[in-house]
């Protein structure tokens, strides 16, 4: 099924939230512990009204592009991925991905939905700098910034609590020099 596309690779093209996306699996990521074991989702229960309006705040926002993930071939909304807190001023924007459907995970659809919005970002909206963070307990998204070209630049101690335990926080960032080298 062909969907319009904000952005096309080979396998996903990233396109904007919809409110139609509420109607499939979007709500319940959010709502599963494993999809959301290393994030801040999945402490108070999630609902179709804060899907709405977190969608119809989307389409608003200058400083956040926040866009679905979306398997070309079949047309599924598999996961979110974003440039949030973009700042005009310094040009930098925080990275963040969610890939919701858990039968896509290891197929890397993160990485190359992640490339697509690194080169739109770099690119088309010529940011200078682009940071991510997460969990020390989340190996994944470790994985995933550095095969991306994302340097470690330091660490919050014990800044993230999940189901009864502190983790670090590893605060991750890329230049547009080392992107574009």
Known sequence: MKQPSFLEGEHIILRPLQLSDLEGAYVSWLNDEEVCAHNSHHVYPYTPAQGKAYIESMTRDEHNLV?????????????????????????N????????????????????????????????????????????????????????????????KEAHYKNGAYADLIEYGLLKDAWQA
């Open 67 to 91: 866009l679905a993930i979306v398997d070309k071939e079949n047309g599924t909304h598999i996961g979110n991925i974003a440039l949030q807190k973009i700042d005009l001023i310094s040009r």
């Open 93 to 156: 924007a925080e990275y963040a991905i969610l890939v919701g459907d858990k039968a896509y995970w290891g197929k890397g659809v993160g990485k190359e939905a992640s490339q697509l919005i690194l080169r739109h970002g770099f690119e088309a909206m010529n940011l200078h700098r682009i940071y991510c963070g997460t969990a020390s307990t989340n190996a994944g998204m470790q994985k995933l910034a550095t095969s991306l070209g994302f340097i470690e630049e330091g660490r919050r």
